[in-house]
């Protein structure tokens, strides 16, 4: 199983993008990661996977303890799904139709 992030835009805050890289670089000793900055929304929409889950990540979304992520992640690895695309959109959010097949 590969998770992906899928990202509009460039993360800016140095300090930010440092812890980030840290969570990363813990998770790959367990799953491989691939990391995408995109430049808009229509790059976004034509780089959703054709298979495995689509998570998109909203401020008014539910949220997940770092425990119940890594379950949930265990979950699909159990299930034999192909790969989780997390989904993080830009100033104005995830486009509905993006947010509509997460």
């Known amino acids: 199983m590969k998770l992906q992030i899928l990202a509009v835009g460039k993360m800016r805050d140095r300090h930010m993008a440092a812890i980030c890289d840290e969570y990363v670089q813990r998770a790959r000793r367990h799953v ?4 995408v900055e995109l430049e808009d929304d229509d790059a976004l929409a034509r780089r ?3 298979r495995g889950e689509i998570i998109a990540l909203e401020p008014g979304g539910h949220s997940w303890t770092t425990e119940e992520l ?3 992640v265990e ?3 159990v299930h034999g799904t192909p790969g989780i695309a997390f989904l993080i959109g830009g100033a104005l959010g995830l486009p509905k139709e993006v947010v509509a097949k997460a």
């Open 70 to 72: 890594a379950k949930h």
């Open 75 to 77: 979950r699909q690895m």
């Open 32 to 35: 491989p990661i691939e990391i």
């Open 48 to 50: 959703l996977p054709a």
